[in-house]
Protein backbone atom coordinates (compact mmCIF):
# COMPACT_ATOMS: atom_id res chain seq x y z
CA UNK A 1 0.00 0.00 0.00
CA UNK A 2 2.70 2.48 0.45
CA UNK A 3 6.80 2.36 0.41
CA UNK A 4 7.38 3.87 4.05
CA UNK A 5 8.16 1.08 6.73
CA UNK A 6 5.58 1.65 8.67
CA UNK A 7 5.06 0.66 12.52
CA UNK A 8 1.68 -0.03 14.27
CA UNK A 9 1.70 0.60 17.60
CA UNK A 10 -1.11 0.27 20.39
CA UNK A 11 -1.84 0.53 24.34
CA UNK A 12 -4.98 -1.66 24.49
CA UNK A 13 -6.38 -2.39 27.97
CA UNK A 14 -9.35 -4.71 26.77
CA UNK A 15 -8.70 -5.69 23.52
CA UNK A 16 -10.40 -3.13 21.26
CA UNK A 17 -7.92 -1.24 19.69
CA UNK A 18 -5.25 -4.02 19.86
CA UNK A 19 -8.05 -5.83 17.66
CA UNK A 20 -8.59 -2.48 15.34
CA UNK A 21 -4.29 -1.80 15.06
CA UNK A 22 -3.97 -5.78 14.00
CA UNK A 23 -6.21 -5.10 11.60
CA UNK A 24 -4.78 -1.75 10.20
CA UNK A 25 -0.82 -3.28 10.10
CA UNK A 26 -2.62 -6.24 8.14
CA UNK A 27 -3.45 -3.83 5.74
CA UNK A 28 -0.77 -1.50 5.62
CA UNK A 29 1.57 -4.38 5.72
CA UNK A 30 2.87 -2.73 8.67
CA UNK A 31 4.39 -4.44 11.86
CA UNK A 32 2.39 -4.61 14.98
CA UNK A 33 3.62 -3.52 18.56
CA UNK A 34 1.65 -3.61 21.62
CA UNK A 35 2.95 -0.88 24.19
CA UNK A 36 2.45 -3.08 27.26
CA UNK A 37 2.65 -1.99 30.50
CA UNK A 38 4.86 -3.31 33.02
CA UNK A 39 2.14 -3.44 35.50
CA UNK A 40 -0.77 -4.85 33.66
CA UNK A 41 -4.15 -2.84 34.57
CA UNK A 42 -6.71 -5.19 36.45
CA UNK A 43 -10.79 -4.24 35.90
CA UNK A 44 -10.36 -2.56 39.04
CA UNK A 45 -7.79 -0.12 37.90
CA UNK A 46 -10.13 0.66 34.90
CA UNK A 47 -13.34 1.44 36.69
CA UNK A 48 -14.16 4.96 35.91
CA UNK A 49 -16.73 5.11 38.99
CA UNK A 50 -13.93 4.59 41.44
CA UNK A 51 -11.73 8.18 42.09
CA UNK A 52 -9.11 6.14 43.58
CA UNK A 53 -8.85 3.69 40.57
CA UNK A 54 -5.48 3.22 38.97
CA UNK A 55 -6.79 4.70 35.96
CA UNK A 56 -8.45 7.73 37.80
CA UNK A 57 -5.75 8.63 39.84
CA UNK A 58 -3.22 8.29 36.58
CA UNK A 59 -5.99 10.56 34.92
CA UNK A 60 -6.32 12.96 37.56
CA UNK A 61 -2.70 13.72 37.19
CA UNK A 62 -0.72 14.92 33.95
CA UNK A 63 2.78 13.96 35.32
CA UNK A 64 1.35 10.34 35.49
CA UNK A 65 4.38 7.98 33.48
CA UNK A 66 3.04 4.66 33.61
CA UNK A 67 6.01 2.09 33.08
CA UNK A 68 6.19 0.25 29.53
CA UNK A 69 7.38 -3.44 29.89
CA UNK A 70 9.62 -3.00 26.38
CA UNK A 71 10.69 -0.79 24.13
CA UNK A 72 9.84 -0.60 20.89
CA UNK A 73 12.52 -0.54 18.28
CA UNK A 74 11.52 2.67 15.99
CA UNK A 75 14.51 3.34 14.80
CA UNK A 76 13.58 1.89 11.42
CA UNK A 77 10.78 2.38 10.47
CA UNK A 78 9.51 5.86 8.52
CA UNK A 79 6.03 6.10 10.08
CA UNK A 80 4.52 5.29 13.58
CA UNK A 81 0.50 4.35 14.20
CA UNK A 82 -0.47 5.18 17.15
CA UNK A 83 -3.83 3.42 18.75
CA UNK A 84 -4.91 4.55 21.87
CA UNK A 85 -8.59 3.90 23.84
CA UNK A 86 -9.89 7.02 24.88
CA UNK A 87 -9.84 7.64 28.37
CA UNK A 88 -11.88 11.04 30.32
CA UNK A 89 -11.43 12.16 26.71
CA UNK A 90 -7.58 11.78 26.10
CA UNK A 91 -5.17 9.37 25.56
CA UNK A 92 -4.39 7.39 28.41
CA UNK A 93 -0.67 8.67 29.93
CA UNK A 94 1.08 5.57 28.99
CA UNK A 95 1.08 6.92 25.39
CA UNK A 96 2.74 9.63 26.32
CA UNK A 97 5.06 7.16 28.31
CA UNK A 98 5.34 5.93 24.91
CA UNK A 99 6.36 9.26 22.92
CA UNK A 100 8.45 10.65 25.61
CA UNK A 101 10.63 7.46 25.52
CA UNK A 102 11.65 6.71 22.43
CA UNK A 103 13.04 9.41 19.47
CA UNK A 104 10.19 10.01 16.82
CA UNK A 105 11.65 13.18 15.74
CA UNK A 106 11.31 13.13 11.69
CA UNK A 107 8.85 10.29 11.89
CA UNK A 108 5.27 10.73 10.88
CA UNK A 109 2.59 9.81 13.28
CA UNK A 110 -0.83 8.86 12.59
CA UNK A 111 -3.37 8.87 15.43
CA UNK A 112 -6.19 6.82 16.00
CA UNK A 113 -8.11 5.86 18.96
CA UNK A 114 -11.07 3.91 19.80
CA UNK A 115 -13.76 5.38 22.73
CA UNK A 116 -17.10 4.17 23.69
CA UNK A 117 -18.69 6.78 22.26
CA UNK A 118 -16.37 10.22 22.21
CA UNK A 119 -14.89 11.36 19.37
CA UNK A 120 -10.83 11.88 18.99
CA UNK A 121 -11.73 15.12 20.10
CA UNK A 122 -8.44 16.90 21.17
CA UNK A 123 -6.75 13.85 21.95
CA UNK A 124 -4.48 13.69 19.30
CA UNK A 125 -3.30 17.56 19.60
CA UNK A 126 -2.52 17.38 23.22
CA UNK A 127 0.07 14.69 22.19
CA UNK A 128 1.68 16.77 20.01
CA UNK A 129 3.99 18.27 23.00
CA UNK A 130 5.37 14.76 23.79
CA UNK A 131 6.94 14.58 20.22
CA UNK A 132 7.38 18.03 18.92
CA UNK A 133 9.99 16.75 16.42
CA UNK A 134 7.22 14.33 14.99
CA UNK A 135 5.33 14.82 11.27
CA UNK A 136 1.65 14.38 13.19
CA UNK A 137 -1.23 13.47 11.36
CA UNK A 138 -4.79 14.37 11.74
CA UNK A 139 -6.65 11.64 14.40
CA UNK A 140 -9.13 9.42 13.67
CA UNK A 141 -11.66 7.05 15.38
CA UNK A 142 -11.59 3.75 14.50
CA UNK A 143 -14.27 1.44 16.46
CA UNK A 144 -14.06 -1.76 14.58
CA UNK A 145 -11.49 -3.45 12.60
CA UNK A 146 -13.17 -2.46 9.36
CA UNK A 147 -10.97 -3.22 6.72
CA UNK A 148 -12.52 -1.41 3.91
CA UNK A 149 -12.83 2.04 6.45
CA UNK A 150 -9.19 1.51 7.14
CA UNK A 151 -8.22 1.05 3.10
CA UNK A 152 -9.66 4.59 2.65
CA UNK A 153 -7.98 6.10 5.60
CA UNK A 154 -4.75 4.67 5.05
CA UNK A 155 -4.59 5.92 1.52
CA UNK A 156 -4.82 9.69 1.92
CA UNK A 157 -3.19 9.85 5.53
CA UNK A 158 0.41 7.86 5.06
C1 LIG B 1 -10.72 4.54 32.53
C2 LIG B 1 -11.54 4.61 31.28
C3 LIG B 1 -12.02 5.84 30.85
C4 LIG B 1 -12.79 5.92 29.66
N1 LIG B 1 -13.21 7.16 29.23
C5 LIG B 1 -13.94 7.25 28.09
C6 LIG B 1 -14.37 8.53 27.58
O1 LIG B 1 -14.06 9.59 28.14
N2 LIG B 1 -15.14 8.54 26.44
C7 LIG B 1 -15.49 7.38 25.78
O2 LIG B 1 -16.16 7.45 24.77
N3 LIG B 1 -15.06 6.16 26.22
C8 LIG B 1 -14.30 6.07 27.34
N4 LIG B 1 -13.87 4.83 27.78
C9 LIG B 1 -14.19 3.63 26.97
C10 LIG B 1 -13.02 3.19 26.10
O3 LIG B 1 -12.47 4.29 25.36
C11 LIG B 1 -13.45 2.14 25.07
O4 LIG B 1 -14.12 1.08 25.71
C12 LIG B 1 -12.25 1.62 24.28
O5 LIG B 1 -12.69 1.13 23.02
C13 LIG B 1 -11.49 0.54 25.01
O6 LIG B 1 -10.39 0.13 24.25
P1 LIG B 1 -9.44 -1.09 24.67
O7 LIG B 1 -10.31 -2.32 24.72
O8 LIG B 1 -8.43 -1.16 23.60
O9 LIG B 1 -8.84 -0.78 26.02
C14 LIG B 1 -13.10 4.73 28.94
C15 LIG B 1 -12.62 3.49 29.39
C16 LIG B 1 -11.85 3.43 30.55
C17 LIG B 1 -11.33 2.10 31.02
Not at 28 to 37: H, N, T
Not at 72 to 98: K, M, Q
Not at 133 to 158: C, D, S
Request: glycine content about 8%.
Amino acid sequence: MSEKKILVAVFSASGVTRAVGEEIARVAGADFFEIVPRQRYTADDLNWMNKKSRSSVEMNDPSARPEIADAADVASYDAVILGFPIWWGVAPRIIETFLESHDLSGKAILPFCTSGGSGVGRSDVSLHKNAPGAKWAKGVQINRPNAGEIRKWLEQAL
